[in-house]
């Protein structure tokens, strides 16, 4: 049995609020302490985002961020909201019609660093029609003024400019009309992406695409969404199944791309549990003790400790 016995773990459930209508967005930090929080609440049409101490039992710390007024004529809610490396930035999007992606220094005032309309900045640079749709926002690892946006239609770099988020150049060797279902940054140095036709593509230093692959081996699934951990990462599929990809030896020189593309091997798909969409994943220990929790669309959740993954049997 893969899900582990229900004396085997500790839970902790804390309430957040008495009129909270949902939680639309969720970011752990590197050093696992903290946790930021995008919530709604009933009756109001604005967005908010707590934060909470892990080591002191949830305790609220630090200036909450808040978007909108009652007053609005739609709702706002956060989509996707990532921590900087170092816990001090938050990077958010915003469901608003004209693409709105801020950086805030959340610690003590909960301060705007970076702002900007994606979709007015892309439009600058193209006439088209046939405009991006971003769902998903991520620090650079390497850069606390950069970001990375993803979503239909696009995937960029985007840097601080004097206050206004702007959009790197594209990406070399890659074909950026499609659907990019989510993105992960994996040691630093590589952009993993996956699309919606179950491709995986690998970006080198953020800037050019080295190779292409599909994210199950010979079985096609769309790519729902990617977690990395300590050996590498995972792949999770729209019909529940599971991809196990690790790392080799990451070379950094581009002289040779046929080693550069051993840099992940696909090693095996593992189906946990038939319960649909795979719609988030995460792990609480970058050890092999740890545990890989899967969310699916039907609203169920399973567990599995890291170090069975290895021991589980391949899909069929």
Excluded at 115 to 142: G, H, Q, R, V, Y
């Amino acid at each position: 049995e893969l899900t582990p016995e229900k004396d085997s773990y500790k839970m902790s459930i804390a309430k957040i609020d008495e009129n909270l209508e949902k939680i639309t967005a969720m970011a752990l930090s590197n050093n696992r302490q903290c946790l930021a929080l995008s919530c709604k609440y009933l009756n109001d049409k604005s967005a908010y985002i707590f934060f909470y101490d892990l080591t002191q039992n949830m305790k609220r710390i630090g200036k909450f961020i808040h978007e909108g007024s009652s007053t609005d004529a739609d709702d706002k809610h956060f989509i996707s909201i990532c921590f900087s490396p170092e816990a001090i930035r938050l990077a958010v999007l915003t469901n608003i019609k004209m693409g709105n992606a801020k950086i805030y220094e959340w610690k003590k005032e909960a301060r705007v660093v970076a702002a900007c309309s994606w979709l007015d900045e892309l439009k600058k640079e193209s006439k088209t029609d046939d405009f991006a749709d971003i769902k998903k926002i991520s620090a650079d690892p390497n850069n606390n003024d950069q970001v990375c946006m993803s979503g239909k239609n696009h995937i960029r770099i985007w840097r601080n400019h004097g206050g206004i988020l702007k959009p790197m150049p594209p990406i070399l060797k890659l074909d950026s009309k499609q659907m990019f279902s989510d993105h992960i940054w994996l040691d630093n140095t590589w952009l993993v992406c996956g699309t919606d036709k179950g491709e995986l593509f690998f970006i080198y230093d953020s800037k050019q695409c080295i190779f292409q692959t599909y994210a199950f081996g010979k079985t096609i699934e769309p790519v729902s969404c990617l977690l990395s951990y300590y050996k590498g990462f995972f792949v999770g599929g729209e019909n529940g199944l599971v991809a196990v990809w690790e790392k080799k030896e990451i070379v950094k020189s581009k002289e040779d791309e046929s080693t550069l593309k051993d840099v992940c091997t696909h090693e095996k798909n593992i189906k946990i549990e038939s319960r649909g969409k795979i719609v988030a994943m995460n792990t609480s220990s970058k050890t092999s003790s740890g545990i890989l929790a899967i969310a699916y669309k039907t609203n169920f959740i399973s567990l599995i400790k890291l170090g069975d993954i290895v021991q589980t049997p391949a899909e069929g």
